[in-house]
């Protein structure tokens, strides 16, 4: 048995859920509610699957847009390894040169030099160019 495409179904079920560009958190949350509602039933229509297919899109991009996951800086990335391993400022000044020097890389205000970087990378047996920006 082989499923046609409806047109007129499908176009009822765009104009009762009217997709298009996601531009606020509610509009998505609209729509993944929609996804979620077709997702629970067994089996979708061809047009329904259509629609599905576009929602996920558009919820994609939205989310693409407006959540940048696993966007790290060298900082972050500090950070993440000194809590790792329960480390302190104190366990790395010798390595940065200063408690100071620390402080000002943790808030983003000092770049790690490359010098730094090795270093880092050396001690945590990490790749350096975790350290650095770009």
């Known amino acids: 048995m082989t499923l046609t495409f409806n047109s007129d179904i499908y176009s009822q079920l765009l104009s009762q859920h009217q997709p298009r560009i996601i531009k ?3 509009e998505n949350e609209k729509f993944l509610e929609t996804v979620e509602e077709l997702l629970s039933r067994s089996h979708l229509t061809p047009e329904e699957d259509a629609l599905l297919e576009l929602l996920v899109k558009l919820i994609e991009d939205f989310e693409d847009k407006h959540y940048q996951l696993n966007v790290s800086t060298p900082q972050s990335r ?3 390894l000194m809590e790792a391993r329960s480390l302190e400022q104190a366990d790395l000044v010798e390595i940065l040169g200063s408690s100071e020097i620390f402080t000002k ?3 983003g205000e000092l770049e790690i030099t490359k010098e730094q970087a090795e270093a880092l990378g050396k001690f945590f ?3 350096a ?5 770009g």
């Open 78 to 80: 500090l950070k993440h």
């Open 125 to 127: 047996h990490v790749d």
């Open 105 to 107: 890389i943790i808030n």
């Open 129 to 133: 160019s975790l350290f650095i920006l």
């Open 24 to 26: 606020t958190e509610e």
